[in-house]
């Protein structure tokens, strides 16, 4: 079955980085675009941008530009976000969605829970 | 960009009430319109996708309908398990911006 898994719980200092894995299975990778959204605790969902796995090409919402940066490694079939210079409102579960060109994003990782705190 | 707006935020309903929720776009995104629900704890699920399609297993309880601006999502007849947070999203153009949501409780 079509299947995404993150990688662990992060706990960040303000201002250091994070990169959170997500591992496909089930699908042929580089076939979809992998989308990332955040979820700050007890808030509502928030999309930070989709790579290409096929092409390595990535979109990013504006908010986020200059501070994250979405690759993949498509010999594992693993897509990658890094976010830098973290601050406490980055604190968030993030997550990994497969998506097609203007499609559904379906299904989901189970998220990630980063936390920044001094 | 093309914002989302749900409403209600939050919804009381009993088990076998017909529940509807609506999402409006700022501008016209034809039918790329997508709902998911989403439980505590847990990653959303899509349940409706291209404003009318249902998403495979997902129950003939939800449906979807809309098109341009103006959205809308029914669950025919509350079950127990329903009760959840929605979100709607437009996937026209990045972007992809989710709605607020719609907690629906148990009254």
């Known amino acids: 079955q079509v299947q995404l898994v993150q990688s662990g719980a992060e706990v960040k200092k303000p201002g250091a980085s994070v990169k959170v894995s997500c591992r496909a299975s089930?699908?042929?990778?580089?076939?979809?675009?992998m989308h990332w959204v955040r979820q700050a605790p007890g808030q509502g969902l928030e999309w930070m941008g989709w790579?290409?796995?096929?092409?390595?090409?990535?979109v990013y919402a504006q908010k986020f530009q200059g501070r994250v940066t979405m690759t993949r490694d498509t010999s594992i079939s693993t897509a990658y976000m890094e976010l830098r210079g973290l601050r406490s409102d980055d604190t968030a579960r993030y997550y990994c969605?497969?998506?097609?060109?203007?499609?559904?994003?379906?299904?989901w990782g189970q998220g990630t829970l980063v936390t920044v705190s001094s | 960009d093309i914002h989302v707006t749900q409403s209600p935020s939050s919804l009381s309903a009993s088990v076998g009430d017909r529940v509807t929720i609506t999402c409006r776009a700022s501008?016209?995104?034809?039918?790329?319109l997508n709902w998911y629900q989403q439980k505590p704890g847990k990653a959303p699920k899509v349940l409706i996708y291209?404003?009318?399609s249902l998403q495979s297993g997902v129950p003939s309880r939800f449906s979807g309908s809309g098109s341009g601006t103006d959205f809308t999502l029914t669950i025919s007849s509350l079950q127990p398990e329903d009760f959840a947070t929605y979100y709607c999203?437009?996937?026209?153009?990045?972007?992809?911006?989710f709605g607020q949501g719609t907690k629906l409780e148990i009254k």
């Open positions: 969605a497969r998506g097609a060109a203007a499609g559904p994003f379906d299904p």
């Open positions: 089930g699908y042929t990778f580089i076939a979809y675009y």
């Open positions: 790579i290409n796995p096929n092409t390595g090409g990535a």
């Open positions: 501008q016209s995104v034809t039918n790329y």
């Open positions: 291209g404003a009318s």
């Open positions: 999203q437009q996937s026209y153009s990045t972007p992809y911006i």
